[in-house]
């Protein structure tokens, strides 16, 4: 709109515009509120922390799936690095090593299978879609190889490494804290890091970046690593929660972890995306499965239920976006 | 050999004792306390009978599994809830309707956060509901485990249908029928723990007590219909007077069964569990018979544990629960049971027609 | 022909917001009738238009159509009394054929199952007929640009059209390209159909080939006049658009050149597909025009030199060393910089800010420990901000929200903030307004002055002559001339283009 020019908007709208996460911020708080009223048990910590400690380890991969939205290019296989993580480490613990030592290979090979992937995407020119719906299932296939199909009992892990998704620092679960750490890390480096802000660059605009000096192959190759880690991490504390090695574990992940990336203000396309949208959109997601739990909503609606207010949040936000933009 | 309903007598006594004493109970003491809840009385003083077997009506019990939207759990719950409404307590059915370990210990930690007095739960993962088992239970919530365990929890008790059971009643069926001799074949499931013991339950009491008849063929078909059809197809060709194909589950058999038909086989089909589509095809003839666990018992006496438990002062074992400070009800196991169902009885296996005779809203209520 | 008048507006006004883009503005146009409509940008064309296109509705305001009134709510009603729209932005489907996509409202709305492809070939031969010899089953990407605005035009003329509106056709043709269209342009005009035409180059409308009958002048939402072309000329508009004299219309160029040094040298430069054998020299200080049709392969000679693009062989020297440059960060860290043509595609961040695309180059100079110093590219931005003139509200904006001027200044501001020894610079005023362009203008004289290097290519002709002390002019891939001082002429450039012998 060539003719707006020079002339400031009107402030409000200004603000929700520049922090469109206020908007996931007052729908999180209304539900929250209707929920206060209908249900006595929701404030209470015991149920916070049960919703915390829901989207803790999925929260993790959300991060890296913002990365790559970023950036442009998609990552389909989260989900399989993440049921990857757990079996491969916990193959490696049964079979005699140190589960921190394990967890530190696993991490390697998640970042090594990311790597792959952007290899495919960036010097073979693959799409992103294409190439990680193929690693999705080929990672997926790898989990049933080595746990040949059971679930990997892992029950004798030392009491310090299940600390990791298990223990509480005071009354906050230890997941929880590492996880909001790692958020806060990922956010200040997406805010301010020169790096990062070459992402934006490269999703915003590949070819202009390329025009730009930048070096788009070698930043697809940094988030497609940070991806598949982030993915692997999650898988490391999702293995110390449960202490179990569960070959199918986190099915449909990567399609929520698009859910939240996208309702918090990401785009398909690239280019849009933060940290705190993306974690308040799971956030979302997950109040509202609390709040259906809570409500006793019968079973038959519940995904019905999800799928009309994942429509509805994201439609809110687009039309308070355009009405920001005019 | 129809309308066999295999019911082991283990259960079914302890289900009339426990019976028993609960309306003993009632008895001896609605006279005194008509109105008065089980917690209030003491049993810990060594009193006799001496308590009513009746919850107080704001005592709530929950139900929680995955996939919640499935019909094997509805008929567990639906007894589930009765067993609570003669108790006089509040029942609800919880659970995700994901296949997803983590949302289902997300609903079950919620559940407890609503602080009821007794879960039945069904744990997708033995190792992962640990946690979650014990530290409901440090709050005082009883937790059982149903259809699936999780034996190094602390839960208080374990209903579940014997797999091993199940695979010989489907074997003995199978061979009576064929007169004791022929080939059969199998379709499994490899990787999920249940159906493979069924399938080894099968193929172990075909080989020590039927000797005249041989296994000539094994084939994956991963619950998938379309690949169990093809599955079939080789075997018949290569086999064409297969007497008995068995599979572990429903959604198999409803491939399999195409198969036998279009190939006009006298194959005798038989499958664990049941659905409409599976009952319409035993009632056409299409498929022999299924093993169905007994669902109803689960929840029934799933309900009937956890009030146990949760009112551990019914009960006074000559245990050494006081010294050791743990909770008096502890059964490692019960077998719910299981019926073979044919073309005679297939009728009384269908949820809606069954749900709407009780006059019940099912899983809604 | 009769004046007839078969478009008329009165009063139109209209507002985004707070902002009135539309101060009553009036306008007509008569059957067979060439109206063009100039203006700034921002002044408010596309705004007007827009509202008779049907895309916007206006505040106040009549519209007649051969007299009666209309109210004209969605493109469709605009459709239906006639108007057409051709767009600066060709909006074709680009993988079906040309028939398809001149049919594409009626296969829309067409009730059949099946599309008869027969019929459909010969009518839309008929209608090319008239225009230009397209095949009607070539896919649409397939055709060269001005053949693909053809087939806008087509569609627009198989709506049975009374009215055209042509939105910068020329913006992105050649100058051969444009005739070829100003000569359809009169073909229409023969049959009685009132064009409206938006264009920036006020010369190509005072040109021979073109035939406009009258000219209208908006200026900041304002109607200034009409006025016939024939009694009034190039200078007269201009300084009604601007509101102001305007003098000469390029800096002055540089007398004397001796003594400043050879900054780049190319030697056998070629691609292997799109040009070969290119040799050529840059002095310090030097504006070196690089001209030739569109698809003669001027801008991939800039790519191919600046690492953006695959060279097959070649050397390329600067400052008398052999460098070899494989990628843009290479070129960049060299200081050695592409301004692209499409600013959209290739040059801006749309999404997002003033700050972060004037930064882009940089980050790593401004960062520490990586991360970005925020002060310091505050700082820098605000200084390029200030230096090019730059309007906006403020750094934090998103650029899609500026003016096409703004946008090229930024892309400038981006090249600038790296301290460039050599800019290519493609295109660099396509699409914007008269004041911009002779700011730029004036930068450029004042980089090369400075002693930056610059090679800039450019599809006008008079930009051309007017900015450039040297011309390299290329014909399909190949060097086919230069001109120098005096020497750069149109005819000369037109005919080492087109490759005609003197």
Redesign the interface.
Known sequence: MEKLEGVSLISGLNIIKKFRELNLIIIIILISIIMIILSPVFMTWQNISSVLMSFATDGIVVMGMTIILIAGEIDLSVASVTAFAGVLAGKMFLGGMNPWLASVVTLVVCAFIGATMSYFYTKIKLSSFITTVAGMGIVRGLCFVISKGTPLSLYTLPAGFKFLGQGKIGFIPFAVILFLTVVVFIDLMLRYSTTMRKVYYVGSNEKAAKFSGINTNKIKLGVGIACSFLAGLAGIMYMSKFGAGIPGASQGLELTAISAVVIGGGSLSGGRGSILGSILGIALLSVIQNAMVLLAINVYYQQLVMGCILLLAVTLDQLSQRRASI | MKNVKLVLITILALALVAMTVGLAGCKSTAAETTTAAAETTTAAEGTQGGTVYRGASDELYSMVVMVSGVEYWFPVYEMFKQCGRQLGVKTHYDGTPEYDIQKEIAVFEQVVAQNPKGILVHPMNADAFIEPINSAIEKGIAVITFAADSPKSNRLGYITSDNVTEGYAAADQMAEDMGGKGKVAVLENPGQDNHDVRIKSFIEKIETDWPDIEIVNRAASNQDAQKAYQATLAFLQKDPDLGGIFMPEATTAMGCAQAVVEKESSARVICCDVNAKVLDMIKAGEIFGAINPDQGMQGYFGMLLLFTAAHPELVDPMTGYKVEDRNPTFIPKIDNGLSFVTKDNADCFYWDKYVEGRGSKGIEE | MPNVTILEVNGIEKS????K?LKGVNFSVRKGEVHALVGE??A?K??LMNIIGGIHRADSGEIFIEGKRVEIKNPLDAQKLGIAFVHQEIALCHSVTVAENIFMSAINSSKNLVVNYKKLYKDAADILKQLAPIPPDKKVEELSIPDQQIIEIAKALSMNCNIIIFDEPTASLSENESTVLFGIISKLRKRGIGIIYISHRINEIFSQAHSSDRISVLRDGCYIGTYNVSESDQKMVINKMVGREIGSMYPPKKSNKEGLGTLLEVRNLSDGKRFKNINFKLQQGEILGISGLVGAGRSEIAQAVCG?RDKQSGEVFYKGKNINIK???D???KGIL?L?EDRK????????SIK?NIS??V??NI?KM???K?KTEIECTQRMVDALKI???SINQNVS????G?QQKILFA?LLNVKPNIMFIDEPTRGIDVGAKSEIHKLLRNLADEGVGIIMISSELPEVIGMCDRVLVIHEGNLSGEVTGSEISETRIIHLASDIKE
């Not at chain 3, 985004?16 to 902002?19: A, D, E, R, S």
């Not at chain 3, 929200?401 to 096409?404: D, E």
């Open positions: 985004f917001g707070p902002i883009v940008n921002g408010g596309s705004t953006l990628s843009s960060w070129s960049v860290k592409y692209p595609v290739d040059g801006l961040f749309l999404l997002l972060q882009v180059m980050l790593d960062s990586g991360f970005v925020k309007i906006c509200r929200s500026l003016s096409g703004n981006k």
